[in-house]
């Protein structure tokens, strides 16, 4: 990764997940970064996987490694739901995540948010997108919470 592709990369992580979020996902060792035909960077690898692609829309969508990565540096509930055991199965195959399994969300995530999915002991289950704002996750006993996009296949860390 170059100073150009990473001054800018991290300052939009910074502007999605907060001030701390960039360093996070982009300082441990040197991650690879694709780019478009018109020279955007498009996803960003790092050794443990995907960290994120850069959408046309100039925000991040998770990958599960980068998931890991703000799971373990961000304050504790930020941008994460938790759900139980009836919905660790399910989630981990990237199924979607639903209001009435959802036992606590950060309540400033907004719909449309990239978020990470974790187990109430703290183990990274999904990375997907808030279809309810936190509140609402918490509030509704019906409906999908979290659009999974990808899940964390096995409880060792491996991902599929």
């Known amino acids: 990764m170059d ?5 800018m990369l991290t300052r939009v992580a910074d502007y999605q997940w907060g001030r701390g ?8 060792g040197d991650p690879e970064v694709t780019h478009t035909s018109s020279g955007r960077p498009r996803q960003v690898i ?3 996987g995907r960290l994120v692609t850069y959408a ?3 925000r991040f969508t998770l990958g599960v490694a980068g998931g890991r990565r703000l799971h ?21 195959e990237g199924r979607n995540a639903f209001a009435k399994f959802v036992g606590a ?5 907004r ?12 183990d990274v289950l999904a990375v997907g997108r808030a279809e309810l704002s936190g509140r609402g996750m918490l509030d509704f006993e019906t409906g999908v919470a979290v659009f999974v996009r990808d ?10």
Do not use: K, M
């Open 56 to 58: 046309t829309d100039g």
């Open 72 to 92: 373990d540096s961000l304050p504790d509930g930020s941008y994460r739901v938790v759900v139980g055991d009836e919905s660790e199965p399910f989630v981990r």
């Open 21 to 28: 979020a960039g360093e996070a996902l982009f300082a441990d």
């Open 3 to 7: 100073e150009r592709d990473r001054a």
């Open 151 to 160: 899940g964390a296949e096995t409880s060792d860390g491996d991902e599929a």
């Open 46 to 48: 790092g050794e443990d």
């Open 105 to 109: 969300a950060d309540p400033e995530i």
């Open 111 to 122: 719909p449309g948010d990239e978020i990470v999915l974790t187990h109430e002991r703290g």
